[in-house]
């Protein structure tokens, strides 16, 4: 399952001649659990027979010039893998070929067993636990557990590998060989383990499901391969035999009945009475003492576990030594890191310190220099308040007189304003004398148009030589003298009213200004 071997085989080599050379190849010395596994041309798996050639079995090959192709494996399986497996190698083919079991589901294994197997199975690769080594994901490509168990929790690959490195880490103080061995243990208490399965009818034809293992026969029902029904201890078992598709069961106790049922084929029958016989063979062995070979291999198991024990006690004395060293050193190194770190604290501390005293002192003599200028600009403002006081007093004087010349200016505008009414009631009252004056002069004018018209008259009037008031150049006289008069009054009219209308215009204008 790990390897491939090639070997060349002559036309007459026996079944036993081409498994000794593979035995003799791996270092193999109990040989009585294994066998060479090859499938027929009907597409049965069967086993190669030491008795026979090679060549003279029906081996399906893929070609006439293919190799023929055999898988070592374990035939019979042991009633107590700690007490009868004595090699490591054979324990590791054991091992081996139930954890492909395990993985490939021919051995039904519940999930929470299926874990434990398979942290059993990391340390027999990996080795002991070391957190420093094995990190998170480290079993990421690994194949540790059965498709079945997967599917049934819904659990990701990063919580499954948690539970098995849970259970890896707890199984610190055992070596790859342990594990193995404390794999075989768990799994040989599983209902399916080390038996072998045929399909089998009784004689109502019903379908069964015979199986042969360390212990007897057992016949299940076609849905249930993990509780028998009947058993058959081969202690209790008296004889066993086939007829063509029959197969007979004779139990010791004769008032007992013989179990018979019926194969598919007779190859099958042979196949079965081929392993009774094998397991049967290997049951009444352990209940002898053991051979002198036996007895040799024991004897160089216990030396060789003696002294890998010795071997792993000075391991673990000098690992435990050096981990003592390495964890003084680290602890040393820790101190040293702490101390390097406290006089590093210390130097920053003392820098931070100075710099601190440093910045203080600028500080202190910024501020002494902001508190000088602080002072300036406070006399300075002072004198800028002062002067703001007097330009506000000033302002204030200023306004007050401004104020006072408002008043004095809207009293004298209210002088104006009533100066200048009277000066309009007079301009009107002037104006209404105006038009009298001028209704008077035109009166005058209309009544010396009418003295004229009337003296006109009369200057065209017939001469008359009688003159009651005295000669004609008197009368002449006297008319001359009532014309000037007349046309004085009218010059003096004019004067008076354009002399008004003058000074009406001189007030006006005075006023406005």
Same mark, same amino acid.
Request: proline share 3%; with cysteine.
């Given at each position: 399952?790990?390897?491939?071997?090639?070997?060349?085989?002559?036309?007459?080599?026996?079944?036993?001649?081409?498994?000794?050379?593979?035995?003799?190849?791996?270092?193999?010395?109990?040989?009585?659990?294994?066998?060479?596994?090859?499938?027929?041309?009907?597409?049965?798996?069967?086993?190669?027979?030491?008795?026979?050639?090679?060549? &003279?079995?029906?081996?399906?090959?893929?070609?006439?010039?293919?190799?023929?192709?055999?898988?070592?494996?374990?035939?019979?399986?042991?009633?107590?893998? =700690?007490?009868?497996?004595?090699?490591? #190698? #054979?324990?590791?083919?054991?091992?081996?070929?139930?954890?492909?079991?395990?993985? #490939?589901?021919?051995?039904?294994?519940?999930?929470?067993?299926?874990?434990?197997?398979?942290? +059993?199975?990391?340390?027999?690769?990996?080795?002991?636990?070391?957190?420093?080594?094995?990190?998170? &994901?480290?079993?990421? *490509?690994?194949?540790?557990?059965?498709?079945?168990?997967?599917?049934?929790?819904? /659990?990701?690959?990063?919580?499954?590998?948690?539970?098995?490195?849970?259970?890896?880490?707890?199984?610190?103080?055992? /070596?790859?060989?342990? =594990?193995?061995?404390?794999?075989?243990?768990?799994?040989?208490?599983?209902?399916?383990?080390?038996?072998?399965?045929?399909?089998?009818?009784?004689?109502?034809?019903?379908?069964?499901?015979?199986?042969?293992?360390?212990?007897?026969?057992?016949?299940?029902?076609?849905?249930?391969? /993990?509780?028998?029904?009947?058993?058959?201890?081969?202690?209790?078992? $008296?004889?066993?035999?086939?007829?063509?598709?029959?197969?007979?069961? =004779?139990?010791?106790?004769?008032?007992?009945?013989?179990?018979?049922?019926?194969?598919?084929? !007779? $190859?099958?029958?042979? $196949?079965?009475? =081929?392993?009774?016989?094998? *397991?049967?063979?290997?049951?009444?062995?352990?209940?002898?003492?053991?051979?002198?070979?036996?007895?040799?291999?024991?004897?160089?198991?216990?030396?060789?576990?003696?002294?890998?024990?010795?071997?792993?006690?000075?391991?673990?004395?000098?690992?435990?030594?050096?981990?003592?060293? !390495?964890?003084?050193?680290?602890?040393?190194?820790?101190?040293?890191?702490?101390?390097?770190?406290?006089?590093?604290? +210390?130097?920053?501390?003392?820098?931070?310190? %100075?710099?601190?005293?440093?910045?203080?002192?600028?500080?202190?003599?910024?501020?002494?220099?902001?508190?000088?200028?602080?002072?300036?600009?406070?006399?300075?403002?002072?004198?800028?308040?002062?002067?703001?006081?007097?330009?506000?007093?000033? #302002?204030?004087?200023?306004?007050?007189?401004?104020?006072?010349?408002?008043?004095?200016?809207?009293?004298?505008?209210?002088?104006?304003?009533?100066?200048?009414?009277?000066?309009?009631?007079?301009?009107?009252?002037?104006?209404?004398?105006?038009?009298?004056?001028?209704?008077?002069? @035109?009166?005058?004018?209309?009544?010396?148009?009418? @003295?004229?018209?009337?003296?006109?008259?009369?200057?065209?009037?017939?001469?008359?030589?009688?003159?009651?008031?005295? @000669?004609?150049?008197?009368?002449?006289?006297?008319?001359?003298?009532?014309?000037?008069?007349?046309?004085?009054?009218?010059?003096? !009219? @004019? $004067?008076?009213?354009? %002399?008004?209308?003058?000074? *009406?215009?001189?007030?006006?204008?005075?006023?406005?200004?």
């Amino acid at each position: 399952m790990e390897a491939e071997l090639e070997f060349a085989i002559k036309p007459d080599t026996t079944g036993k001649q081409l498994f000794d050379q593979v035995v003799k190849t791996i270092g193999l010395r109990e040989v009585w659990y294994f066998g060479l596994q090859y499938t027929d041309k009907d597409g049965f798996v069967t086993w190669l027979k030491l008795n026979k050639k090679v060549l &003279s079995h029906d081996i399906a090959r893929e070609n006439k010039d293919a190799p023929y192709q055999f898988k070592f494996r374990v035939k019979f399986f042991p009633e107590d893998v =700690a007490e009868e497996l004595i090699q490591e #190698t #054979t324990q590791r083919l054991f091992y081996l070929q139930v954890r492909e079991s395990i993985l #490939t589901e021919d051995l039904y294994c519940p999930p929470e067993t299926a874990v434990l197997l398979a942290s +059993y199975s990391v340390l027999a690769k990996y080795g002991p636990y070391n957190e420093k080594v094995h990190k998170p &994901s480290f079993l990421a *490509n690994e194949r540790l557990l059965p498709p079945r168990v997967i599917d049934q929790h819904k /659990l990701t690959k990063e919580e499954w590998e948690e539970k098995i490195v849970t259970w890896y880490a707890g199984h610190k103080d055992l /070596l790859r060989e342990d =594990a193995m061995m404390e794999y075989l243990k768990i799994c040989q208490d599983l209902d399916m383990y080390g038996v072998n399965y045929f399909s089998i009818k009784n004689k109502k034809g019903t379908e069964l499901w015979l199986g042969v293992d360390a212990l007897g026969l057992n016949v299940y029902e076609k849905e249930d391969r /993990l509780t028998p029904k009947i058993g058959f201890p081969w202690s209790e078992i $008296r004889n066993i035999q086939y007829n063509d598709k029959k197969f007979t069961i =004779a139990p010791i106790d004769k008032k007992a009945p013989d179990f018979i049922f019926y194969s598919p084929r !007779l $190859r099958i029958n042979k $196949r079965i009475l =081929a392993l009774c016989i094998g *397991n049967h063979e290997l049951y009444m062995r352990r209940r002898k003492p053991d051979t002198i070979e036996v007895q040799s291999m024991k004897q160089q198991a216990r030396e060789d576990r003696h002294s890998k024990q010795m071997e792993r006690a000075q391991m673990q004395r000098e690992r435990s030594e050096k981990e003592k060293a !390495l964890k003084d050193k680290e602890e040393a190194e820790r101190e040293r890191q702490k101390m390097e770190t406290l006089l590093k604290k +210390y130097e920053e501390d003392k820098s931070s310190a %100075q710099e601190k005293l440093k910045r203080r002192e600028e500080e202190a003599k910024d501020l002494e220099e902001k508190m000088k200028l602080a002072k300036q600009e406070a006399e300075t403002i002072e004198r800028r308040r002062q002067k703001a006081e007097e330009e506000r007093k000033a #302002t204030v004087l200023k306004a007050q007189q401004e104020q006072a010349e408002k008043e004095a200016l809207m009293r004298r505008a209210a002088e104006m304003e009533e100066k200048a009414r009277q000066i309009e009631e007079e301009s009107e009252r002037k104006a209404r004398e105006a038009e009298e004056l001028q209704k008077r002069l @035109d009166e005058a004018h209309k009544k010396q148009m009418e @003295d004229l018209k009337k003296l006109q008259d009369i200057s065209y009037m017939p001469t008359s030589n009688y003159t009651p008031y005295g @000669d004609e150049e008197n009368t002449a006289g006297e008319q001359s003298l009532s014309m000037e008069g007349v046309s004085n009054i009218g010059s003096e !009219l @004019d $004067r008076q009213t354009m %002399q008004d209308k003058n000074q *009406n215009m001189a007030d006006r204008l005075k006023v406005s200004t």
